[in-house]
Each structure stands twice: as C-alpha cells, then as structure tokens.
C-alpha cells in the first residue's frame, strides 16, 4: 500500500495550490490522517491533522492558510494551501498520523515557491 500524493508544482509567493491524495487501498476513511512535509535539509514534520470525524489540527506555521480535508466515499484526502510562502517549499506528503513505523510513505509531491 502506498499513499500517492499529488498537485504540487511552482508557484509564486502569495499563491496557492491543492494537494490531493489517494491510496491504493481503503485505508483513509477509517483512519486519522495527516499531511508532512520535508524541507531540504531539515526533518519531515507534521503540518495538518484530520481526525476520522473530521477534526482538524494544523502546525502553527500554516495555521490560517492551509485547510485539510477528506472524502471518505473517494478515500481521499486534500491540502489546500493558501498566501503560500518561500518557507513552505518542501516535499508533501501524506500518510495515517500517527504514521509511526508503516511504509505507506509514498515519493511525495514538490512544492516550490518563488519570492
């Protein structure tokens, strides 16, 4: 099983994005899921949450400007990513959260935001 996602691309600072992502498997509709991202060189890290009742947390940085959210008919989950910042280049990912030792990860998508 891997969690695919994709949508990302280059776009100007301010600008935005949707990430989507799908899994081979129904394994996103029972489950909390999560979208993570890694910037280069720094660590993988946890920017927004989605319970499966649909609770939402999100990291601090994106707060305000990047929503989650999931189709559980579709077992899909989203990222819409709004006034994106050069700090915000990264890979995306998705996967359950906690992911903790599953090999779900898939090859992510790339987000590159210019100034």
């Known amino acids: 099983v891997q969690l695919q996602a994709s949508g990302g691309g280059l776009v100007q600072a301010g600008g935005s994005l949707t990430l989507s992502c799908a899994a081979s498997?129904?394994?996103?509709?029972?489950?909390?899921m999560g979208w993570y991202r890694q910037a280069p060189g720094r660590r993988r890290e946890l920017v927004a949450t989605?319970?499966?009742?649909?609770?939402?947390d999100y990291a601090e940085s994106v707060k305000d400007r990047f929503t989650i959210s999931r189709d559980n008919a579709k077992n899909m989950v989203y990222l819409q990513m709004n006034k994106l910042k050069p700090e915000d280049t990264a890979v995306y990912y998705c996967?359950?959260?906690?992911?903790?030792?599953?090999?779900?990860w898939g090859p992510g998508t790339l987000v590159t935001v210019s100034s």
């Open positions: 989605m319970t499966s009742r649909g609770g939402t």
């Open positions: 996967n359950l959260n906690p992911a903790g030792a599953n090999n779900y």
């Open positions: 498997r129904r394994i996103i509709s029972p489950n909390n």
